[in-house]
């Protein structure tokens, strides 16, 4: 009995210290340290205005399919959150051309702004790589778009937007 009630005690502490790996593993980052590239898609953008905001910031590629997969499901949540204080902003990052990148952008019925060039402050080294600032622009999650993760932490995220 001893036995199990050790095993059960190592196996609540185990989970625990994952718990607060994960919970530092999100890098020291501030939405001002974004590089914002050239908006290519004729949509309005002023970074002085995502103060206050929920801000996803996405690097994709047109030479991408894991990319060009995700941006109608971010434009759904851009759209479906507009008005709850979420700004979601596209950096394609193979270096196309502004006419490449608006095709795939009309395709995905994308209407946030998207930039040739920029960058994120983190980086995973490949794309897609989604970054989450929350409201005080401090990077809260980045990663995959896909992973279960992402939209949590952007739900999270919009709890914290001034009403």
């Known amino acids: 009995m001893k036995c199990i009630a050790t095993i059960a005690a190592l196996a609540v502490t185990t989970l625990g210290l ?20 050239e908006v290519v898609n004729d949509v309005e953008f002023d970074a002085d205005a995502l103060e206050g905001k929920v801000v996803v910031v996405e690097e994709w590629g047109v030479n991408c399919p894991p990319c060009i997969a995700s941006l109608p499901e971010l434009a759904k949540l851009a759209k479906r959150y507009d008005d709850k204080g979420l700004v979601v902003v596209g950096l394609e990052r193979q270096n196309s051309t502004a006419e490449d990148i608006n095709k795939v952008l009309k395709d995905a019925r994308v209407k946030y702004p998207v930039m040739k060039g920029g960058s994120a402050p983190v980086s995973t080294g490949g794309i897609p790589h989604a970054c989450v600032f929350g409201v005080d622009g401090k990077l809260v999650w980045h990663g995959h778009p896909a ?13 914290e937007v001034a009403k």
Not at 28 to 33: I, W
């Open 18 to 37: 994952l718990a607060k790996e994960k919970e530092a593993a999100v890098p020291d980052a501030t939405l001002d340290q974004v590089q914002w590239g």
């Open 147 to 159: 992973d279960k993760e992402f939209e949590r932490a952007l739900k999270a995220a919009l709890r």
